[in-house]
């Protein structure tokens, strides 16, 4: 700052004609790549919870339009669907099978390109056919993880996991763990591999 003389010998300030340029070449500095890296997690953070919203919204059209037109959703237990319209179609079944479906998110973990998930569907398996298996009427309750690529603002990628066991016996195409009918069926499953690898060892020997 300048110093002026006033009277009584006492001493002013007067502006520095420099400070406003100073100001401004502070703002204009490129952001810290740290404080990048963060707005990037938060965007992709966003994207996710936004998808998991229209999820639980129960709306196909929504969801479609978090993808790229050309997006692969790979939820192990099932298969892969590729392009938007699959995959919309795919929630279109999903929902109309269990139309009481509630989707929740436990937590996610965001990167800058990347996100993971994880979830909690509750429903009853209690009106259209899923996957070609016809409704029973019991009720599902699932937990899962999605591993989600965001790439220009939208998911690129998708590659789900869940307990497909789990689900089977829910729906009734498994027989409850530890029950009684699921020892029965391990304790044939082994009775015929013993079979079966005997009769490859008596070939051997042949």
């Not at 966003?46 to 919204?57: L, V």
Request: glycine fraction near 8%.
């Amino acid at each position: 700052m300048a110093e002026t003389k006033t009277r009584g010998n006492d001493k002013a300030t007067t502006p520095n004609a420099d400070e406003p340029k100073a100001d401004q070449a502070k703002a204009d500095q490129p952001k810290a790549p740290g404080r990048r890296r963060i707005t990037k997690r938060k965007a992709v953070e966003s994207h996710a919870r936004s998808y998991f919203e229209a999820i639980a919204a129960r709306d196909p059209e929504a969801i479609g339009e978090h993808w790229h037109d050309d997006g692969v959703d790979e939820i192990v237990p099932l298969g892969v669907r590729r392009g938007r319209r699959e995959i919309e179609e795919f929630f279109r079944e999903m929902f109309a099978a269990a139309p009481d479906l509630e989707t929740t998110v436990s937590r996610v973990v965001a990167g800058e390109k990347q996100a993971a998930v994880e979830w909690r569907m509750r429903g009853t398996f209690d009106a259209l056919p899923f996957q070609g298996i016809e409704p029973t009427g019991r009720p599902i309750e699932l937990r899962g993880l999605d591993m989600l690529e965001v790439e220009d603002g939208k998911i690129r990628s998708i590659t789900g996991y869940y307990d497909g066991a789990e689900y089977a016996r829910q729906i009734g195409m498994l027989p409850a763990h530890d029950s009684g009918t699921e020892r029965a069926m391990t304790g044939a499953f082994n009775t015929v591999t013993k079979i079966r690898r005997a009769l490859n060892e008596r070939r051997g020997q042949d």
